[in-house]
């Protein structure tokens, strides 16, 4: 749980008045990436022996993975009973995404399902939007989240959710003036700081233009192509019929494009399998659960920067993850492109 090592100790620089930026822990040196605003709920962590606290993390993880299932199953519209969805939970274990998170004591689950809860409420509801602002403002990427709102007409989710995030930033700057100051004018444009793009252990759209061409940098060789994948992916969500379907199209994007995901932040395949079962496609929701759960990123050889030296056979092993999102972008522009054939044109007009 090395994570949740770095989680505590971003408590207790809280807590005690520490750089929250200039510290490193465990074997691996490894430093806060979050804003301050998370490093501040963060503090109850510090108060807790490590022992304990990755029990609670655990138990915590477990419960929260029961929780995803039902939001999927929510967001699917195909509610489940409880013996489903203890065997649901189970089975969502073996999803290696779903594993990692438990392993390193990450917080992709609590996140996920702040943003589900959220976008998966009663369009009306007056304040949907705000957890999702919180979660963004404990960890970026669910900002995409907020975009998608706003290209989707819903403009006053889209606007309670940017309050909402605008109110941890400002909160973070309150209680950690310093601290704020140095991460959204420094440490939030060092991604080396996060790790090596590169690896294996990164399932994003540079990780596999970095593996590919053998460059560590790739530039704009990543960059270009992001830039479309970001437009297609919202732009795909935006003219979602489903809600559901949106929702996963701009989870599957912000994977894509953000320059690290490591493969325990694919934690929304649980809802995409979810949303394949719904849809009566079980032989790719099979296929996809078979990719979450093969490991294949771990099987090919990857010490030291063995990742930058792959032949060409093994770069779909070392990059499933963003290989089948590129697909699935790549199918839903296919079936929108298509025309309606005029039968259905003449029918959905007699319903009108």
Same mark, same amino acid.
């Given at each position: 749980?090395?994570?949740?090592?770095?989680?505590?100790?971003?408590?207790?620089?809280?807590?005690?008045?520490?750089?929250?930026?200039?510290?490193?822990?465990?074997?691996?040196?490894?430093?806060?990436?979050?804003?301050?605003?998370?490093?501040?709920?963060?503090?109850?962590?510090?108060?807790?022996?490590v022992a304990?606290?990755?029990?609670?993390?655990?138990?915590?993880?477990?419960?929260?993975?029961?929780?995803?299932?039902?939001?999927?199953?929510?967001?699917?519209?195909?509610?489940?009973?409880?013996?489903?969805?203890?065997?649901?939970?189970?089975?969502?274990?073996?999803?290696?995404?779903?594993?990692?998170?438990?392993?390193?004591?990450?917080?992709?689950?609590?996140?996920?399902?702040?943003?589900?809860?959220?976008?998966?409420?009663?369009?009306?509801?007056?304040?949907?939007?705000?957890?999702?602002?919180?979660?963004?403002?404990?960890?970026?990427?669910?900002?995409?989240? *907020? @975009?998608? =709102?706003?290209?989707?007409? #819903?403009? !006053?989710? %889209? +606007?309670?959710?940017? &309050?909402?995030? $605008? /109110?941890?930033?400002?909160?973070?700057?309150?209680?950690?003036?310093?601290?704020?100051?140095?991460?959204?004018?420094?440490?939030?444009?060092?991604?080396?700081?996060?790790?090596?793009?590169?690896?294996?252990?990164?399932?994003?759209?540079?990780?596999?233009?970095?593996?590919?061409?053998?460059?560590?940098?790739?530039?704009?060789?990543?960059?270009?192509?992001?830039?479309?994948?970001?437009?297609?992916?919202?732009?795909?969500?935006?003219?979602?019929?489903?809600?559901?379907?949106?929702?996963?199209?701009?989870?599957?994007?912000?994977?894509?494009?953000?320059p690290i995901?490591?493969?325990?932040?694919?934690?929304?395949?649980?809802p995409l *399998? @979810?949303? =394949?079962?719904?849809?009566? #496609?079980? !032989?790719? %929701? +099979?296929?996809?659960? &078979?990719?979450? $759960? /093969?490991?294949?990123?771990?099987?090919?050889?990857?010490?030291?920067?063995?990742?930058?030296?792959?032949?060409?056979?093994?770069?779909?092993?070392?990059?499933?993850?963003?290989?089948?999102?590129?697909?699935?972008?790549?199918?839903?522009?296919?079936?929108?492109?298509?025309?309606?054939?005029?039968?259905?044109?003449?029918?959905?007009?007699?319903?009108?």
């Amino acid at each position: 749980m090395a994570d949740l090592l770095v989680y505590r100790a971003e408590g207790a620089a809280v807590a005690h008045g520490g750089d929250l930026y200039g510290f490193t822990v465990t074997e691996w040196r490894l430093p806060a990436t979050y804003p301050p605003f998370a490093a501040v709920l963060f503090v109850p962590t510090a108060w807790i022996p490590v022992a304990a606290l990755k029990a609670v993390f655990l138990a915590g993880n477990a419960l929260l993975l029961a929780g995803l299932v039902a939001l999927s199953a929510r967001l699917a519209s195909r509610p489940l009973s409880l013996p489903l969805l203890c065997t649901a939970t189970a089975l969502a274990l073996w999803l290696e995404p779903v594993f990692q998170t438990l392993l390193f004591g990450q917080i992709n689950l609590a996140i996920a399902c702040l943003v589900l809860w959220d976008l998966t409420r009663a369009p009306r509801t007056r304040t949907r939007g705000l957890a999702l602002g919180l979660a963004a403002g404990i960890k970026l990427t669910p900002a995409i989240f *907020i @975009a998608h =709102l706003f290209l989707s007409g #819903r403009r !006053r989710e %889209a +606007a309670t959710a940017t &309050a909402a995030f $605008t /109110a941890t930033v400002l909160l973070g700057a309150l209680l950690l003036p310093s601290a704020s100051a140095e991460f959204w004018t420094r440490r939030l444009y060092e991604t080396g700081r996060v790790g090596k793009p590169w690896i294996v252990d990164n399932q994003s759209l540079q990780g596999l233009v970095a593996r590919a061409l053998h460059d560590p940098a790739p530039g704009l060789a990543w960059a270009l192509p992001a830039v479309a994948v970001a437009a297609a992916g919202l732009g795909l969500a935006a003219r979602a019929r489903e809600d559901g379907h949106g929702i996963l199209l701009t989870a599957l994007t912000a994977l894509l494009v953000s320059p690290i995901s490591w493969s325990h932040h694919w934690v929304w395949c649980v809802p995409l *399998i @979810a949303l =394949l079962l719904a849809r009566s #496609r079980p !032989r790719l %929701a +099979a296929l996809t659960a &078979a990719l979450f $759960t /093969a490991r294949t990123l771990w099987l090919i050889p990857h010490a030291g920067d063995r990742d930058l030296h792959l032949p060409w056979w093994q770069q779909p092993l070392a990059a499933p993850y963003p290989l089948l999102a590129l697909a699935l972008l790549a199918g839903t522009a296919l079936a929108v492109a298509q025309p309606v054939p005029p039968a259905r044109i003449s029918s959905a007009s007699t319903i009108r």
